[in-house]
C-alpha cells in the first residue's frame, strides 16, 4: 500500500499547468490581481489570463472565480472545467466543487480526484453506501491506496462494518504508511470502544515513532486521560518533550492535562476520522512543490471536521508561506483556545501582524496571550522578538527575562537563542555587563554557536578587550560557516583591529563576496585600504557603501571619510562617541 503519487501530481497539474488551447501561446504579462477581485473579467482569454496568474500565485480563491468565469463561456472546455473544481476545492468553495464534480467525473473518466471528492460530499451528509462506491471507484481496482484506505476505513465505520474497517487499517509492511495505518487504527479501536486493542494500537504506533509524533502523542494521551491514566499520559507527552524539549504544543497540552481539561479532542464520528486521514496526508505531502496538494486535503479535512484544529492551523501556515497574509491572520486567529496548537497559531499570527507594519496589534495579541499562556514562554519570547527588531530594547529585554523565568525548567542546549537575544537586547540598552553575561551563558548551553561567537567576539574587539580570545572565538565561527559574509567581516575587522592591515584585506576581500550588499563590509575593507596605502580604492569602497543605504549613524562618518580621508571619519565617530549596535551583527 502506498501513498498515490499520480494523485498528487494530478492535483499539482490541474493547479498550476497553463494550457487553453489556442490561449496557451497568447501574450505574457502580469496583470494585477487584488485578493478581493472575483468578478469576470467579461471575456474568456481575459478570465483564463488572470485565472492562470492568480493560480502561479497561489491565490486559489481568485482562481476559482476566474475559471469559473472561463468556464462559462467555454462549457466544454476539460481542462477549464478542471481547475475550476480543484481551485474551487483548494478555496474551501465546496458548494460551486459539489456542482462541479459530476461534470469532471462525466468528462473524464479516468479521473481519480473527481470520485474521491465526492465521496467526501457523500461521507459528510452520512450517506455511506454511496461513499464508499465513490471511494472505490477513486483508486484502481485492487489497489486501495493509503488515501482510499484510510476513507473506507471510516465509510465501513459510518456503516457499522467493524470488519472491513479493522482490515482496511492492517499493516501492510511499509513502513512510510503502516505508521499511519497504526494510527488510525488506534482512533478506530478507540470508536468502538475496544480498550484493549486501542491500548494495542496506540503503543504499536507510538513505538513507530519512536515516541516523537506530536500527532500520535497528542492522541494517545487524550486516549490515556480519557481512560483515567493522567500519569501515563502526562508520560507519553514527557516522552514527545524529552527529544522535542520546549515544544509549545505539546506544553500546551501537558498544562491542559494538569488542570483537568481535556488534552485534545477525540473523534467520535466517521466524518472527523476521514478527516484526520486527510489531515495526516496533508502533513506528509505538505512541504515543497506538493504544498498546493496539501491545502487541497486540509480543505477537505475541515469540510468534513471544521472543529479539526491541527487541519486549520497546518493551513494557515500553507496560506502564510503562499503569502496570502490576511488569509493566514484568520486562519490562525480561528484556532480555538481550548486547542494545543491555540498558543503556536497566535504567536504566527502576531508575527504576520507585525510584518505588515501592525506592531500594535501584534504586541497586544502577545501580551494578552502571554498573561494566557499556561506553561512555556512562547508568548513572551514572541514579544521579545517583536520589541528587538523593532529596536525597543528595553522593552525586548524585559521581555525575554520573563519568558527566561516561565521555561519552568533547567536550561538546555535548546534556550540558548533567548540568553542570546536578551543579551543584543541589553547591549543596545547600554548594559554591557549585563549583555556578556548572557552571551557567556549562551555558549555555555550551546558552545561554539557561530551567532553567538560572532557577536561577542565583535563585540570585544570593538571594546578593545579580550582581543587574542575574540581573533580566536571568530576563527572557529568562520570554520563552522564558511560562506557567511558577516562572520568572516567579523575576523577581518579584528586582524584590522590589531594592526594586521594586510591580512585584514585579505579577510575582508572574501567577506565582500558572501555579503556583496551589506554597506559594513564595504566600510570595513575601505578602512583596511587606507591603511595599505590604496586610497582611491577606499574612497571607492565608502562611495559604494553610501550607496547601499547604511545605518543613519554611519552616513555622517562615511561622508567624512569619503571627503576628509579616514583620520576624519574616525575623529567623527570619537566625537559622537557612538555605543549603537555592531554593524555586521546579525541579530
Excluded at 484506505?149 to 504508511?177: H, I, M, Y
Excluded at 494500537?201 to 481512560?227: F, H, N, P, R
Excluded at 530594547?393 to 536578551?422: K, M, Q
Aim: with cysteine; glycine share 8%; charged share 20%.
Amino acid at each position: 500500500m502506498r501513498l498515490r503519487r499520480f494523485l498528487v501530481l494530478g492535483i499539482l497539474a490541474a493547479l498550476s499547468a497553463p494550457a487553453l488551447g489556442a490561449c496557451a501561446t497568447g501574450p505574457k504579462f502580469q496583470p494585477r490581481v487584488e485578493s478581493d477581485d472575483t468578478r469576470s473579467g467579461g471575456s474568456l482569454y481575459g478570465d483564463f489570463l488572470v485565472a492562470t496568474y492568480a493560480g502561479n500565485t497561489r491565490d486559489a480563491r481568485v482562481a476559482a472565480a476566474r475559471y469559473q468565469a472561463a468556464l462559462a463561456a467555454d462549457p466544454t472546455n476539460l481542462t477549464l472545467l478542471e481547475r475550476a473544481f480543484v481551485f474551487s476545492v483548494a478555496a474551501g468553495d465546496m458548494d460551486q466543487a459539489a456542482k462541479l464534480a459530476p461534470r469532471v467525473a462525466a468528462a473524464n473518466p479516468v479521473s481519480d480526484l473527481a470520485p474521491l471528492i465526492q465521496g467526501v460530499f457523500a461521507l459528510k451528509a452520512g450517506q455511506y453506501d454511496q461513499a464508499k462506491a465513490f471511494f472505490t471507484a477513486s483508486h484502481p481496482p485492487g489497489d486501495p491506496d493509503l488515501i482510499a484506505a484510510l476513507v473506507l476505513a471510516w465509510t465501513a465505520l459510518g456503516q457499522g462494518d467493524a470488519a472491513t474497517a479493522r482490515a482496511l487499517l492492517k499493516p501492510s509492511g511499509a513502513p512510510g504508511t503502516d505508521v499511519f495505518l497504526t494510527y488510525h487504527r488506534a482512533r478506530l479501536e478507540e470508536a468502538l470502544g475496544d480498550s484493549a486493542s486501542a491500548d494495542a494500537a496506540y503503543q504499536a504506533a507510538d513505538a513507530a515513532t519512536g515516541g516523537k509524533s506530536l500527532t500520535v502523542a497528542l492522541a494517545y494521551a487524550a486516549w490515556l486521560q480519557a481512560t483515567s491514566r493522567g500519569d501515563a499520559a502526562a508520560g507519553v507527552l514527557k516522552r514527545f518533550l524529552d527529544s522535542n524539549p520546549g515544544n509549545p504544543v505539546a506544553l500546551s497540552a501537558l498544562a491542559r492535562l494538569r488542570a483537568n481539561q481535556p488534552v485534545t479532542r477525540r473523534l467520535a464520528t466517521p466524518q472527523q476520522g476521514a478527516a484526520e486521514g486527510f489531515y495526516g496526508i496533508a502533513s506528509a505531502v505538505g512541504d515543497g512543490d506538493v504544498q498546493d496538494a496539501a491545502i487541497v486535503y486540509l480543505r477537505l479535512a475541515l469540510y468534513l471536521d471544521p472543529q479539526n484544529d491541527g487541519a486549520l492551523t497546518f493551513l494557515a501556515g500553507a496560506l502564510e508561506r503562499a503569502k496570502l497574509t490576511e488569509d493566514a491572520i484568520l486562519a490562525y486567529r480561528a484556532v480555538p483556545r481550548t486547542s494545543p496548537f491555540y498558543v503556536t497559531a497566535q504567536v504566527s499570527a502576531a508575527d504576520l501582524l507585525d510584518k505588515s507594519d501592525r506592531t500594535d496589534e501584534a504586541i497586544a495579541l502577545l501580551s494578552r496571550l502571554e498573561r494566557d499562556e499556561a506553561e512555556g514562554s512562547l508568548a513572551a519570547s514572541a514579544l521579545g522578538d517583536v520589541y528587538r527588531v523593532r529596536e525597543r530594547w528595553p522593552e525586548a529585554a524585559e521581555a525575554y527575562t520573563r519568558a527566561i523565568a516561565r521555561l519552568g525548567r533547567d536550561t538546555t542546549s535548546e534556550d540558548w537563542p533567548l540568553f542570546y537575544a536578551r543579551g543584543i537586547a541589553l547591549h543596545q540598552s547600554g548594559n554591557w555587563p549585563a549583555a556578556e553575561t548572557d552571551f557567556r551563558k549562551a555558549l555555555e548551553l550551546s558552545p561554539d554557536q557561530p551567532l553567538v561567537m560572532n557577536y561577542l567576539a565583535y563585540s570585544w574587539i570593538e571594546r578593545g578587550e579580550n582581543i587574542d580570545q575574540a581573533l580566536a572565538m571568530l576563527q572557529r565561527a568562520v570554520d563552522q560557516r564558511p560562506d557567511d559574509g558577516y562572520i568572516i567581516d567579523s575576523l577581518g575587522w579584528a586582524y584590522y583591529r590589531l594592526g594586521q592591515y594586510d591580512k585584514a584585506v585579505q579577510v575582508l576581500e572574501q567577506a565582500i563576496q558572501f555579503s556583496p550588499h551589506e554597506p559594513a563590509v564595504y566600510e570595513h575593507l575601505g578602512d583596511a585600504y587606507w591603511k595599505t596605502g590604496r586610497i582611491r580604492e577606499a574612497q571607492f569602497l565608502w562611495g559604494h557603501a553610501l550607496k547601499l543605504k547604511p545605518e543613519p549613524g554611519r552616513v555622517p562618518i562615511l561622508q567624512a571619510k569619503l571627503h576628509d580621508g579616514l583620520p576624519a571619519g574616525e575623529a567623527l565617530e570619537r566625537r559622537q562617541a557612538d555605543s549603537g549596535p555592531p554593524v555586521n551583527v546579525q541579530p
